[in-house]
Protein backbone atom coordinates (compact mmCIF):
# COMPACT_ATOMS: atom_id res chain seq x y z
CA UNK A 1 0.00 0.00 0.00
CA UNK A 2 1.43 3.57 -1.10
CA UNK A 3 2.04 6.12 1.59
CA UNK A 4 -1.28 7.94 0.40
CA UNK A 5 -4.43 7.46 2.84
CA UNK A 6 -8.21 7.47 1.88
CA UNK A 7 -10.34 10.48 3.09
CA UNK A 8 -13.35 8.95 5.22
CA UNK A 9 -16.79 8.92 5.48
CA UNK A 10 -17.53 7.47 1.83
CA UNK A 11 -21.20 8.13 0.47
CA UNK A 12 -20.53 5.88 -2.29
CA UNK A 13 -17.99 2.89 -3.12
CA UNK A 14 -18.07 2.17 -6.85
CA UNK A 15 -16.64 -1.40 -8.31
CA UNK A 16 -15.50 -2.49 -11.51
CA UNK A 17 -16.73 -5.76 -12.60
CA UNK A 18 -14.41 -7.55 -15.14
CA UNK A 19 -11.16 -7.99 -14.15
CA UNK A 20 -11.70 -6.43 -10.58
CA UNK A 21 -14.54 -9.15 -8.94
CA UNK A 22 -14.87 -11.74 -11.74
CA UNK A 23 -12.32 -13.16 -14.41
CA UNK A 24 -12.57 -11.79 -17.60
CA UNK A 25 -9.27 -10.96 -19.48
CA UNK A 26 -8.41 -14.88 -19.62
CA UNK A 27 -11.71 -15.51 -22.02
CA UNK A 28 -9.90 -12.46 -24.35
CA UNK A 29 -6.72 -14.19 -24.16
CA UNK A 30 -8.28 -17.54 -24.69
CA UNK A 31 -9.80 -17.22 -27.62
CA UNK A 32 -7.10 -14.82 -28.90
CA UNK A 33 -5.36 -18.13 -28.90
CA UNK A 34 -7.74 -20.66 -30.53
CA UNK A 35 -8.42 -17.68 -33.47
CA UNK A 36 -4.56 -17.47 -34.03
CA UNK A 37 -4.58 -21.70 -34.24
CA UNK A 38 -7.42 -20.69 -36.72
CA UNK A 39 -5.65 -18.52 -39.14
CA UNK A 40 -1.86 -19.90 -38.86
CA UNK A 41 -2.45 -21.61 -42.41
CA UNK A 42 -2.79 -18.12 -43.75
CA UNK A 43 -0.47 -16.55 -41.89
CA UNK A 44 2.33 -16.25 -39.53
CA UNK A 45 1.39 -16.50 -36.25
CA UNK A 46 3.44 -13.32 -34.66
CA UNK A 47 1.56 -11.55 -37.71
CA UNK A 48 -2.52 -12.27 -36.09
CA UNK A 49 -2.43 -10.61 -32.54
CA UNK A 50 -1.15 -7.40 -33.74
CA UNK A 51 -3.76 -6.83 -36.35
CA UNK A 52 -6.34 -8.46 -34.26
CA UNK A 53 -5.52 -5.47 -31.84
CA UNK A 54 -5.74 -2.55 -34.20
CA UNK A 55 -8.84 -3.64 -35.68
CA UNK A 56 -9.90 -4.08 -32.35
CA UNK A 57 -9.43 -0.58 -31.26
CA UNK A 58 -10.31 0.63 -35.02
CA UNK A 59 -13.65 -0.48 -34.39
CA UNK A 60 -14.46 0.62 -30.70
CA UNK A 61 -15.70 4.20 -32.15
CA UNK A 62 -17.85 2.11 -34.22
CA UNK A 63 -18.95 -1.33 -31.85
CA UNK A 64 -18.18 -0.30 -29.05
CA UNK A 65 -16.50 -2.57 -26.11
CA UNK A 66 -17.81 -5.89 -25.72
CA UNK A 67 -18.46 -9.78 -27.12
CA UNK A 68 -20.50 -9.11 -30.23
CA UNK A 69 -17.95 -5.71 -31.69
CA UNK A 70 -15.03 -8.06 -30.77
CA UNK A 71 -16.48 -11.12 -32.67
CA UNK A 72 -17.22 -8.97 -35.63
CA UNK A 73 -13.21 -7.37 -34.86
CA UNK A 74 -12.07 -11.23 -35.17
CA UNK A 75 -14.27 -11.83 -38.60
CA UNK A 76 -12.64 -8.46 -40.51
CA UNK A 77 -9.49 -9.93 -38.96
CA UNK A 78 -9.61 -13.03 -40.38
CA UNK A 79 -10.98 -11.89 -44.00
CA UNK A 80 -8.06 -9.43 -44.59
CA UNK A 81 -5.33 -12.03 -43.16
CA UNK A 82 -7.25 -14.61 -45.61
CA UNK A 83 -6.77 -11.99 -48.15
CA UNK A 84 -10.41 -13.09 -48.84
CA UNK A 85 -9.68 -16.72 -48.64
CA UNK A 86 -11.20 -17.61 -45.37
CA UNK A 87 -14.22 -20.01 -45.56
CA UNK A 88 -17.61 -19.64 -44.43
CA UNK A 89 -17.06 -22.70 -41.68
CA UNK A 90 -14.63 -20.65 -40.67
CA UNK A 91 -16.16 -17.64 -40.24
CA UNK A 92 -18.96 -20.05 -38.44
CA UNK A 93 -16.51 -20.91 -36.11
CA UNK A 94 -15.11 -17.68 -35.06
CA UNK A 95 -19.38 -16.48 -34.06
CA UNK A 96 -18.89 -19.89 -31.56
CA UNK A 97 -16.02 -18.16 -29.85
CA UNK A 98 -18.19 -15.88 -29.84
CA UNK A 99 -20.67 -16.69 -28.23
CA UNK A 100 -18.78 -19.50 -26.09
CA UNK A 101 -17.43 -16.03 -24.90
CA UNK A 102 -20.69 -14.97 -23.84
CA UNK A 103 -22.35 -17.99 -22.08
CA UNK A 104 -18.75 -18.91 -20.20
CA UNK A 105 -19.53 -18.90 -16.38
CA UNK A 106 -18.22 -16.49 -14.08
CA UNK A 107 -15.40 -16.96 -11.76
CA UNK A 108 -15.34 -14.95 -9.38
CA UNK A 109 -11.97 -13.53 -8.06
CA UNK A 110 -10.58 -15.23 -4.47
CA UNK A 111 -12.01 -13.14 -1.68
CA UNK A 112 -14.83 -10.48 -4.22
CA UNK A 113 -18.01 -12.41 -2.59
CA UNK A 114 -16.82 -11.64 1.17
CA UNK A 115 -15.47 -8.45 0.60
CA UNK A 116 -18.74 -7.08 -1.49
CA UNK A 117 -20.62 -8.63 0.91
CA UNK A 118 -18.56 -6.97 4.15
CA UNK A 119 -18.83 -3.62 2.23
CA UNK A 120 -22.26 -4.04 1.30
CA UNK A 121 -22.94 -4.07 5.50
CA UNK A 122 -21.26 -0.32 5.85
CA UNK A 123 -21.50 1.39 2.16
CA UNK A 124 -23.71 2.10 -0.19
CA UNK A 125 -22.27 0.30 -3.16
CA UNK A 126 -22.14 1.04 -7.04
CA UNK A 127 -21.54 -1.11 -9.58
CA UNK A 128 -20.00 0.22 -13.37
CA UNK A 129 -18.81 -1.55 -15.78
CA UNK A 130 -18.60 -0.84 -19.58
CA UNK A 131 -19.18 -3.51 -22.12
CA UNK A 132 -22.67 -4.92 -23.76
CA UNK A 133 -25.69 -4.12 -22.40
CA UNK A 134 -26.96 -7.62 -22.15
CA UNK A 135 -23.91 -9.72 -21.45
CA UNK A 136 -23.26 -7.33 -18.49
CA UNK A 137 -26.53 -7.68 -17.46
CA UNK A 138 -26.15 -11.66 -17.18
CA UNK A 139 -22.96 -11.53 -16.05
CA UNK A 140 -24.32 -9.69 -12.91
CA UNK A 141 -27.29 -11.68 -12.46
CA UNK A 142 -25.08 -15.22 -12.80
CA UNK A 143 -22.25 -13.54 -10.62
CA UNK A 144 -25.23 -13.39 -7.25
CA UNK A 145 -23.31 -10.54 -6.29
CA UNK A 146 -25.88 -7.70 -7.83
CA UNK A 147 -28.58 -8.06 -4.85
CA UNK A 148 -25.29 -6.03 -2.61
CA UNK A 149 -25.13 -3.31 -5.05
CA UNK A 150 -27.83 -0.41 -4.92
CA UNK A 151 -27.06 1.05 -8.21
CA UNK A 152 -25.96 -0.57 -11.45
CA UNK A 153 -24.15 0.88 -13.95
CA UNK A 154 -23.45 -0.17 -17.50
CA UNK A 155 -21.80 2.54 -19.29
CA UNK A 156 -20.25 2.99 -23.15
CA UNK A 157 -17.32 4.80 -21.95
CA UNK A 158 -15.83 5.52 -18.44
CA UNK A 159 -14.57 8.75 -19.03
CA UNK A 160 -14.15 11.39 -16.77
CA UNK A 161 -18.00 11.96 -18.53
CA UNK A 162 -19.49 9.27 -17.47
CA UNK A 163 -18.05 9.65 -14.00
CA UNK A 164 -19.07 13.34 -13.77
CA UNK A 165 -22.45 12.27 -14.87
CA UNK A 166 -22.96 9.67 -12.10
CA UNK A 167 -21.91 11.42 -9.69
CA UNK A 168 -24.14 14.52 -10.64
CA UNK A 169 -26.76 12.16 -11.00
CA UNK A 170 -26.88 10.09 -7.48
CA UNK A 171 -25.65 13.47 -5.87
CA UNK A 172 -22.46 12.44 -4.89
CA UNK A 173 -20.14 14.88 -3.57
CA UNK A 174 -17.04 13.78 -5.40
CA UNK A 175 -14.16 14.02 -2.81
CA UNK A 176 -17.23 11.19 -1.11
CA UNK A 177 -16.88 9.12 -3.42
CA UNK A 178 -14.32 5.96 -4.02
CA UNK A 179 -14.19 4.31 -7.09
CA UNK A 180 -12.29 0.78 -7.49
CA UNK A 181 -10.94 -1.18 -10.42
CA UNK A 182 -8.07 -2.86 -11.95
CA UNK A 183 -7.81 -0.15 -15.10
CA UNK A 184 -5.96 2.86 -14.41
CA UNK A 185 -7.28 4.49 -17.76
CA UNK A 186 -11.05 3.90 -16.61
CA UNK A 187 -11.04 3.42 -13.05
CA UNK A 188 -8.34 5.67 -11.69
CA UNK A 189 -7.64 8.29 -13.49
CA UNK A 190 -10.89 10.08 -14.45
CA UNK A 191 -12.08 9.42 -10.76
CA UNK A 192 -8.85 11.38 -9.61
CA UNK A 193 -9.28 13.83 -12.33
CA UNK A 194 -12.96 14.83 -10.88
CA UNK A 195 -11.87 15.09 -7.25
CA UNK A 196 -12.86 11.76 -6.32
CA UNK A 197 -10.93 8.68 -4.31
CA UNK A 198 -9.58 5.69 -5.77
CA UNK A 199 -8.13 2.59 -4.98
CA UNK A 200 -6.56 0.61 -7.91
CA UNK A 201 -6.49 -3.34 -7.94
CA UNK A 202 -4.00 -4.65 -10.70
CA UNK A 203 -4.83 -7.73 -12.34
CA UNK A 204 -2.40 -9.89 -14.12
CA UNK A 205 -2.94 -8.98 -17.76
CA UNK A 206 -3.84 -5.43 -18.56
CA UNK A 207 -5.65 -5.41 -21.89
CA UNK A 208 -2.71 -3.01 -23.99
CA UNK A 209 -5.81 -0.40 -25.06
CA UNK A 210 -6.26 0.14 -21.28
CA UNK A 211 -2.34 0.67 -20.52
CA UNK A 212 -1.50 4.16 -19.53
CA UNK A 213 1.84 6.16 -19.61
CA UNK A 214 4.19 6.21 -16.97
CA UNK A 215 3.66 10.03 -16.93
CA UNK A 216 0.23 10.15 -16.55
CA UNK A 217 0.52 8.61 -12.99
CA UNK A 218 1.03 10.01 -9.45
CA UNK A 219 0.98 7.11 -7.45
CA UNK A 220 1.06 9.39 -4.62
CA UNK A 221 -3.27 9.97 -5.38
CA UNK A 222 -4.44 6.70 -5.38
CA UNK A 223 -4.07 3.47 -3.20
CA UNK A 224 -2.80 0.58 -4.70
CA UNK A 225 -3.77 -3.00 -3.28
CA UNK A 226 -2.52 -6.80 -4.66
CA UNK A 227 -6.02 -7.92 -3.86
CA UNK A 228 -9.11 -7.35 -3.42
CA UNK A 229 -9.92 -8.67 0.57
CA UNK A 230 -7.44 -5.79 1.79
CA UNK A 231 -10.58 -3.39 0.77
CA UNK A 232 -12.09 -3.84 3.96
CA UNK A 233 -9.21 -2.77 5.75
CA UNK A 234 -8.42 0.30 4.13
CA UNK A 235 -11.81 2.31 4.90
CA UNK A 236 -11.32 1.18 8.42
CA UNK A 237 -7.89 3.01 8.49
CA UNK B 1 -58.61 8.18 -30.52
CA UNK B 2 -60.28 5.20 -28.58
CA UNK B 3 -63.37 5.97 -25.97
CA UNK B 4 -60.47 5.78 -23.01
CA UNK B 5 -59.08 8.60 -21.90
CA UNK B 6 -55.52 8.99 -19.81
CA UNK B 7 -55.85 9.86 -16.12
CA UNK B 8 -53.83 12.85 -15.06
CA UNK B 9 -51.77 13.90 -13.41
CA UNK B 10 -48.75 12.50 -14.47
CA UNK B 11 -45.54 12.20 -12.73
CA UNK B 12 -43.80 10.90 -15.54
CA UNK B 13 -44.15 10.42 -19.49
CA UNK B 14 -41.65 7.59 -20.98
CA UNK B 15 -41.46 7.54 -25.04
CA UNK B 16 -40.04 5.18 -26.97
CA UNK B 17 -37.49 5.89 -29.05
CA UNK B 18 -36.96 3.57 -32.41
CA UNK B 19 -39.66 4.42 -34.74
CA UNK B 20 -41.57 7.03 -31.98
CA UNK B 21 -39.23 9.69 -32.27
CA UNK B 22 -37.31 8.97 -35.06
CA UNK B 23 -37.36 6.60 -38.21
CA UNK B 24 -35.36 3.37 -37.89
CA UNK B 25 -37.20 -0.10 -39.03
CA UNK B 26 -36.68 1.20 -42.50
CA UNK B 27 -32.55 1.04 -41.64
CA UNK B 28 -33.50 -2.46 -41.18
CA UNK B 29 -35.74 -2.97 -44.45
CA UNK B 30 -33.06 -1.43 -46.57
CA UNK B 31 -30.94 -3.75 -45.41
CA UNK B 32 -32.98 -6.72 -45.88
CA UNK B 33 -32.93 -5.94 -49.06
CA UNK B 34 -29.16 -5.32 -49.64
CA UNK B 35 -28.58 -8.97 -48.32
CA UNK B 36 -31.54 -10.33 -50.33
CA UNK B 37 -29.54 -8.97 -53.96
CA UNK B 38 -26.20 -10.17 -52.09
CA UNK B 39 -27.23 -13.63 -51.32
CA UNK B 40 -29.49 -14.52 -54.66
CA UNK B 41 -26.97 -16.19 -56.48
CA UNK B 42 -26.85 -18.88 -53.78
CA UNK B 43 -30.79 -19.24 -52.74
CA UNK B 44 -34.06 -18.22 -54.39
CA UNK B 45 -34.96 -14.59 -52.82
CA UNK B 46 -38.00 -15.67 -50.72
CA UNK B 47 -36.02 -17.92 -48.48
CA UNK B 48 -33.54 -15.51 -47.51
CA UNK B 49 -35.92 -13.47 -45.78
CA UNK B 50 -37.89 -15.73 -43.62
CA UNK B 51 -34.23 -17.84 -42.46
CA UNK B 52 -32.80 -14.35 -41.53
CA UNK B 53 -35.48 -13.41 -39.46
CA UNK B 54 -35.23 -16.80 -37.34
CA UNK B 55 -31.83 -16.63 -37.23
CA UNK B 56 -31.95 -13.06 -35.66
CA UNK B 57 -34.07 -14.06 -33.36
CA UNK B 58 -32.91 -17.12 -32.17
CA UNK B 59 -29.83 -15.14 -31.61
CA UNK B 60 -31.44 -12.53 -29.33
CA UNK B 61 -31.36 -14.66 -26.34
CA UNK B 62 -27.09 -14.52 -26.97
CA UNK B 63 -26.71 -11.01 -28.63
CA UNK B 64 -29.44 -9.26 -27.28
CA UNK B 65 -31.05 -6.29 -29.93
CA UNK B 66 -29.46 -3.77 -31.72
CA UNK B 67 -27.43 -3.74 -34.87
CA UNK B 68 -23.85 -5.70 -34.16
CA UNK B 69 -26.55 -8.94 -33.44
CA UNK B 70 -28.15 -8.17 -36.41
CA UNK B 71 -24.55 -8.16 -38.06
CA UNK B 72 -24.08 -11.72 -36.84
CA UNK B 73 -27.20 -12.85 -37.41
CA UNK B 74 -27.22 -11.54 -41.12
CA UNK B 75 -23.39 -13.88 -41.52
CA UNK B 76 -24.81 -16.44 -40.18
CA UNK B 77 -27.66 -16.57 -42.57
CA UNK B 78 -25.03 -16.26 -45.61
CA UNK B 79 -23.21 -18.80 -44.44
CA UNK B 80 -25.75 -21.27 -44.47
CA UNK B 81 -27.67 -20.16 -47.12
CA UNK B 82 -24.60 -20.36 -49.38
CA UNK B 83 -23.73 -23.93 -47.85
CA UNK B 84 -20.50 -22.37 -46.72
CA UNK B 85 -19.42 -21.08 -49.86
CA UNK B 86 -20.27 -17.06 -49.11
CA UNK B 87 -16.54 -15.11 -49.97
CA UNK B 88 -14.64 -12.70 -47.77
CA UNK B 89 -15.53 -9.97 -49.54
CA UNK B 90 -19.06 -10.68 -49.14
CA UNK B 91 -18.61 -11.11 -45.60
CA UNK B 92 -16.93 -7.95 -45.48
CA UNK B 93 -19.92 -6.31 -47.69
CA UNK B 94 -22.26 -7.57 -44.97
CA UNK B 95 -19.92 -6.24 -42.28
CA UNK B 96 -20.03 -2.81 -44.15
CA UNK B 97 -23.89 -2.95 -44.14
CA UNK B 98 -23.84 -2.88 -40.14
CA UNK B 99 -21.49 0.41 -39.95
CA UNK B 100 -23.49 2.16 -42.71
CA UNK B 101 -26.84 1.71 -40.33
CA UNK B 102 -24.75 2.36 -37.22
CA UNK B 103 -23.29 5.87 -39.55
CA UNK B 104 -27.55 6.41 -40.63
CA UNK B 105 -28.59 10.13 -40.03
CA UNK B 106 -31.07 10.29 -37.58
CA UNK B 107 -34.57 11.34 -39.38
CA UNK B 108 -36.92 12.61 -36.77
CA UNK B 109 -41.03 11.77 -37.59
CA UNK B 110 -42.68 14.93 -38.42
CA UNK B 111 -43.82 16.31 -35.24
CA UNK B 112 -41.38 14.36 -32.58
CA UNK B 113 -39.10 17.66 -32.08
CA UNK B 114 -41.74 19.97 -31.57
CA UNK B 115 -44.01 17.31 -29.80
CA UNK B 116 -40.99 16.81 -27.23
CA UNK B 117 -40.14 20.35 -26.47
CA UNK B 118 -43.84 21.13 -25.77
CA UNK B 119 -44.13 18.29 -22.92
CA UNK B 120 -40.74 18.66 -21.20
CA UNK B 121 -42.13 22.13 -20.60
CA UNK B 122 -44.76 20.81 -18.42
CA UNK B 123 -43.71 17.31 -17.91
CA UNK B 124 -40.44 15.17 -16.48
CA UNK B 125 -39.74 12.97 -19.58
CA UNK B 126 -37.87 9.82 -19.66
CA UNK B 127 -36.26 7.46 -22.76
CA UNK B 128 -36.79 4.32 -22.71
CA UNK B 129 -34.97 2.04 -25.74
CA UNK B 130 -33.42 -1.11 -26.15
CA UNK B 131 -30.70 -2.27 -28.28
CA UNK B 132 -26.72 -1.75 -28.66
CA UNK B 133 -25.67 0.91 -25.80
CA UNK B 134 -23.34 3.01 -27.50
CA UNK B 135 -25.39 2.81 -31.01
CA UNK B 136 -28.20 4.00 -28.67
CA UNK B 137 -26.18 6.76 -26.85
CA UNK B 138 -25.61 8.13 -30.28
CA UNK B 139 -28.43 8.59 -32.11
CA UNK B 140 -29.93 10.29 -28.45
CA UNK B 141 -26.83 12.95 -28.87
CA UNK B 142 -26.94 13.36 -32.80
CA UNK B 143 -31.12 13.68 -32.41
CA UNK B 144 -30.83 16.91 -30.85
CA UNK B 145 -33.61 16.05 -28.08
CA UNK B 146 -31.34 14.68 -25.60
CA UNK B 147 -31.56 17.53 -23.41
CA UNK B 148 -35.21 17.50 -22.98
CA UNK B 149 -35.13 14.22 -21.26
CA UNK B 150 -34.18 14.15 -17.21
CA UNK B 151 -33.51 10.26 -17.80
CA UNK B 152 -32.27 8.48 -20.24
CA UNK B 153 -32.62 4.62 -19.60
CA UNK B 154 -31.02 2.02 -22.03
CA UNK B 155 -32.35 -1.50 -21.27
CA UNK B 156 -31.91 -4.90 -22.95
CA UNK B 157 -35.55 -5.58 -22.93
CA UNK B 158 -38.70 -3.79 -22.42
CA UNK B 159 -41.13 -5.87 -20.42
CA UNK B 160 -42.97 -6.01 -16.92
CA UNK B 161 -40.17 -6.52 -15.47
CA UNK B 162 -37.78 -3.83 -16.52
CA UNK B 163 -40.76 -0.95 -16.35
CA UNK B 164 -41.57 -2.68 -12.65
CA UNK B 165 -37.34 -1.65 -11.69
CA UNK B 166 -37.76 1.54 -13.60
CA UNK B 167 -40.25 3.20 -12.10
CA UNK B 168 -39.68 1.74 -8.56
CA UNK B 169 -36.23 2.98 -9.07
CA UNK B 170 -37.65 6.71 -9.54
CA UNK B 171 -40.56 6.17 -7.08
CA UNK B 172 -43.32 6.59 -9.30
CA UNK B 173 -46.59 4.96 -8.99
CA UNK B 174 -47.82 3.13 -11.67
CA UNK B 175 -51.05 4.87 -12.39
CA UNK B 176 -49.00 8.69 -12.62
CA UNK B 177 -46.71 7.02 -15.00
CA UNK B 178 -47.24 6.94 -19.12
CA UNK B 179 -45.82 5.07 -21.26
CA UNK B 180 -45.50 6.40 -25.23
CA UNK B 181 -44.42 4.14 -28.25
CA UNK B 182 -45.17 2.21 -31.33
CA UNK B 183 -44.44 -1.56 -29.98
CA UNK B 184 -47.88 -3.05 -28.47
CA UNK B 185 -45.80 -5.58 -27.20
CA UNK B 186 -42.61 -3.46 -25.69
CA UNK B 187 -44.35 -0.26 -24.70
CA UNK B 188 -48.08 -0.55 -24.04
CA UNK B 189 -49.09 -4.40 -22.89
CA UNK B 190 -46.28 -4.74 -20.05
CA UNK B 191 -47.11 -1.05 -18.73
CA UNK B 192 -50.78 -1.49 -18.99
CA UNK B 193 -50.08 -5.07 -16.82
CA UNK B 194 -48.38 -2.76 -14.30
CA UNK B 195 -51.11 -0.71 -14.06
CA UNK B 196 -49.53 1.99 -15.75
CA UNK B 197 -50.92 4.16 -18.71
CA UNK B 198 -49.89 3.71 -22.16
CA UNK B 199 -50.52 5.48 -25.57
CA UNK B 200 -49.95 4.39 -28.61
CA UNK B 201 -48.65 4.97 -31.87
CA UNK B 202 -48.43 2.65 -34.49
CA UNK B 203 -45.55 3.12 -37.39
CA UNK B 204 -45.92 2.25 -41.07
CA UNK B 205 -43.67 -1.01 -40.70
CA UNK B 206 -43.86 -3.32 -37.42
CA UNK B 207 -41.10 -5.96 -37.24
CA UNK B 208 -42.46 -9.40 -37.07
CA UNK B 209 -41.22 -10.18 -33.64
CA UNK B 210 -42.93 -7.11 -32.14
CA UNK B 211 -46.19 -8.15 -33.28
CA UNK B 212 -48.91 -9.50 -30.83
CA UNK B 213 -51.77 -11.82 -31.31
CA UNK B 214 -55.37 -10.17 -31.37
CA UNK B 215 -56.31 -11.88 -27.88
CA UNK B 216 -53.91 -10.23 -25.82
CA UNK B 217 -55.18 -6.39 -26.46
CA UNK B 218 -57.77 -4.78 -25.17
CA UNK B 219 -57.79 -1.41 -27.02
CA UNK B 220 -60.16 0.33 -24.64
CA UNK B 221 -57.32 0.26 -22.19
CA UNK B 222 -54.83 2.26 -24.33
CA UNK B 223 -55.06 5.15 -26.56
CA UNK B 224 -54.35 5.09 -29.89
CA UNK B 225 -53.10 7.94 -31.94
CA UNK B 226 -51.74 8.44 -35.83
CA UNK B 227 -49.16 10.95 -35.51
CA UNK B 228 -47.01 11.93 -31.86
CA UNK B 229 -47.86 15.64 -32.97
CA UNK B 230 -51.25 14.44 -31.15
CA UNK B 231 -50.27 13.47 -27.84
CA UNK B 232 -50.65 17.03 -26.26
CA UNK B 233 -53.87 17.73 -27.32
CA UNK B 234 -54.81 14.35 -24.86
CA UNK B 235 -52.55 15.31 -22.14
CA UNK B 236 -54.59 18.54 -21.66
CA UNK B 237 -57.70 16.66 -22.10
Given at each position: MKAHALTTPLDLIALDADDTLWHNEHLYLATHDKFK???RQYQP???IEPRLNAIEIRNLQHFGYGIKGFTLSMIETAIELSEGRVSGAEIQTIIEFGREMLRAPIELLAGAAE???QLAASHKLMLITKGDLLDQESKIARSGLGDYFSL???VSEKDIDTYKRLITKHGIPPERFLMVG???KSDILPVLALGGQAVYIPYRTTWSHERVAEE?????QYITISDIGQLPAILEN
Open positions: QLLEAWTVAIEVNSLDLDST
